[in-house]
């Protein structure tokens, strides 16, 4: 039994890892609620370390940062079931509705708070907060959880 399995809404895509994320983090980026159509979580994963299975298409837009993201959906319900942004590559960003314990994936980061919405308050599980797009700080943070595996 994989440690994290989880699927789209309509189940189409399933998804199954025995890793937890290297990363959990909130975007505020305008770009990335637009297209999520709400707050936008993701976990993040090597691509080697997670299995997603089942018909996609892709959706490719900029991001917040300027850089692309590679966006995967079902080709049925439309969930979005991963992103690979074209700044990290080898990496997976999978929403946390894709999981089905979506409760224990806690984000300790969250980017672009200058454009966060501001009913949203501050949530006690973040350890990092920036105002950007802070690529350098997320790439170092992904390094680390990578040593850490
Ligand atoms: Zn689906
Ligand atoms: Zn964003």
């Known amino acids: 039994m994989p440690k994290h399995t989880g699927s789209c809404h309509c189940g189409q895509v399933k998804l199954a890892t025995d890793l937890d994320p290297m990363l959990t983090m909130q975007c505020n980026c305008s770009s990335c609620r ?20 089942g018909p996609t298409n892709t959706y490719v837009y900029t991001g917040g ?31 946390v ?5 979506a409760k224990t994936l806690t984000p300790k980061m969250e980017i672009w708070n200058s454009e966060r919405l501001p009913f949203l308050a501050s949530s006690e599980c973040m350890e990092d907060r920036f105002d950007g797009s802070s690529v ?10 990578l040593e850490n595996r």
């Open 65 to 95: 940062s300027g850089h692309k993201m590679t966006a995967s959906h079902c080709t049925n319900c439309m969930t979005k079931v991963a992103v690979r942004p074209e700044v990290f590559e080898g990496m997976l960003g999978v929403p």
């Open 136 to 145: 350098a700080e997320r790439l170092s943070a992904l390094i680390e959880a």
């Open 97 to 101: 509705g894709m999981f089905d314990d």
């Open 34 to 53: 637009k297209h999520s159509g709400s707050v936008t979580l993701h976990t993040f994963y090597a691509e080697t370390e997670i299995d997603i299975e």
